[in-house]
Structure formats: structure tokens, C-alpha cells
């Protein structure tokens, strides 16, 4: 089964990691949204540092109790897929930058089930 492969969006939602929706940490709530709207796969990396849209430098410190981070959400769909996603999920975004760009999935492995 080759589903997966093929021309697909790739979706990108930059936020922080201290941005919060309905109690939750935001990337948590985009999660779940991501899996009600049965989204093919999605992953959450915490970044280092960044400059975000206010210009200021968050970096990670060792020595700070409570550190704002850069996150991003990342998940690749078919274009209906990611534009239903995207209905849903624009009003939990308050601050942040969300981008679609265009990719080809060539290869798709899944324990116990080979390529599909």
C-alpha cells in the first residue's frame, strides 16, 4: 500500500514553547487537532534558539528557571488534508508564523509492515 508516497503539503507552525491554548501547552492542543483531523503524521521539535517577530533573541540557558523556546509543529498531508487542518486550528494560533510548502514523499517504513 503506497498512500503515503507521492506530492504532498508540508506544513510548518513556528511558535513558543510557553504558548498555551484552552490550559494546554499549544503544540500539545495541535497535536490533538492534528489526530481529530486524522493527519497523517505530525512532529513537534523544540529548537535551541531563535529570533522571533519581535526581534528578540530566545536561547536556551542552563542556568534559567523557566526558558522561551522556539517550537515547531511539523506535518506532512495531502493538500486537503493540511487546508481542513488549517480551518480547524488557525483560531488556536495567537502568535506565530505557519508556512505550506510543497514536498514528494519517496519512502514511507513502518515496523511490521515493510514500505507502504
Known amino acids: 500500500m ?6 504532498r503539503k508540508a506544513l510548518k ?3 513558543g514553547n510557553e504558548d498555551t491554548f484552552e490550559g494546554r501547552a499549544l503544540w500539545e492542543a495541535l497535536l490533538g ?9 505530525a ?11 519581535h ?20 506535518m506532512i ?10 480551518k480547524e486550528a488557525d483560531a488556536m ?6 508556512t505550506v510548502s510543497d514536498v514528494e514523499v519517496i519512502s514511507y517504513k513502518h515496523p511490521g509492515f515493510g514500505e507502504v
Open 33 to 41: 487537532k492534528a489526530r481529530e483531523c486524522n493527519i497523517a503524521g
Open 55 to 74: 526581534s528578540q533573541l530566545h536561547a536556551f540557558n542552563v542556568w534559567a528557571l523557566s526558558q522561551k523556546l522556539p517550537v515547531i509543529v511539523e
Open 13 to 15: 507552525i513556528y511558535i
Open 2 to 7: 503506497k498512500r503515503y508516497l507521492g506530492k
Open 93 to 98: 494560533i495567537k502568535e506565530g508564523l505557519v
Open 43 to 53: 512532529t513537534v521539535v523544540k529548537a535551541v534558539a531563535g529570533i522571533g517577530a
Open 77 to 86: 498531508d495531502t493538500e486537503e488534508n493540511i487546508e481542513r487542518f488549517l
